[in-house]
């Protein structure tokens, strides 16, 4: 998985899968999401990132099960 911030665009871009995208559904007027063949989200895409989803801000923790 892989987490960008584009801060020239504030777009938050967050990978899943490296698979070929089928489909990209518009959750809203600023989320896209894409879906490989299977229906699998490879991606997720969040304009006006700051203000949605407090980015750059990020944290990271990996839980034990």
Known sequence: MKVRYFADTD?????FR???VAETR???ENTLL??????HICSITVEH????ADA????YE???A
Request: glycine residues 4%.
């Open 26 to 28: 518009d959750l809203d």
């Open 49 to 52: 990132a700051s203000e949605r």
């Open 56 to 59: 750059p801000h990020f944290s």
């Open 62 to 64: 990996e839980v034990a």
């Open 34 to 39: 894409d879906v490989d063949a299977h229906g």
């Open 11 to 15: 777009t938050l871009l967050i990978e």
């Open 18 to 20: 490296d698979a070929p």
